[in-house]
T-cell receptor, first 115, second 115 residues
């Protein structure tokens, strides 16, 4: 079953603008991760935020987590054409035992950055 | 080169045939995963392995078989391929490190078409 759901499904912006993607999930989590997937390639890990953190930065990426609303957002500032990709959130469910290293992925947001 | 590699990258086969997808990682990561990626479904976990000779089912295991005789290899076999198994298959690995706060590292996928 899908744990994370990204919103919007697709986003098109001009180079230099900021891009915001949202993720909602259903159950309690240990952490939430964001991944990027370029066309025809595998997923690449971007950033991980733990359940006791509210905000995290990495370069041009800013991730927030609101566990009370079961939601997260990924902000990419000053976007570049090279940021064009699909972005996925993934949750590590806190309730699982031996399977606690499993991730459940959302369906992704397809970001297009127009030069 | 260190990393995770999948082979073949592309495969076309017929219904009823057996096909094996290979996955090899050079990090000696304990955990390995197989996902399938389909439009409208995102990534879904097929099987995972916590160590050599330890495997377990994920969300969509029916029709698939895995083995893990060596830490670095995690082959996925479709014993009798069906058209519904046409998909892009991704292998991933992660370090155990005693905690869940580790990213997964993905191969570039195998695009499998079943005619």
């Amino acid at each position: 079953s899908q744990q994370g759901e990204e919103d919007p499904q697709a986003l098109s912006i001009q180079e230099g603008e900021n891009a915001t993607m949202n993720c909602s999930y259903k159950t309690s989590i240990n952490n939430l991760q964001w991944y990027r997937q370029n066309s025809g390639r595998g997923l690449v890990h971007l950033i991980l935020i733990r359940s006791n953190e509210r905000e995290k930065h990495s370069g041009r990426l800013r991730v927030t987590l609101d566990t009370s609303k079961k939601s997260s957002s990924l902000l990419i500032t000053a976007s570049r054409a090279a940021d064009t990709a699909s972005y996925f959130c993934a949750t590590d469910a806190s309730h699982s035992g031996a399977g606690s290293y499993q991730l459940t992925f959302g369906k992704g947001t397809k970001l297009s950055v127009i030069p | 080169d260190a990393g995770i590699t999948q082979s073949p990258r592309y495969k076309i086969t017929e219904t009823g045939r057996q096909v094996t997808l290979m996955c090899h990682q050079t990090w000696s990561h304990s955990y390995m995963f197989w996902y399938r990626q389909d439009l409208g479904h995102g990534l879904r976990l097929i099987y995972y392995s916590a160590a050599a000779d330890i495997t377990d089912k994920g969300e969509v295991p029916d029709g698939y078989v895995v083995s893990r005789s060596k830490t670095e290899n995690f082959p996925l076999t479709l014993e009798s391929a069906t058209r519904s198994q046409t998909s892009v298959y991704f292998c991933a690995s992660r370090d155990s490190a005693g905690e869940s706060n580790q990213p997964q590292h993905f191969g570039d996928g195998t695009r499998l078409s079943i005619l």
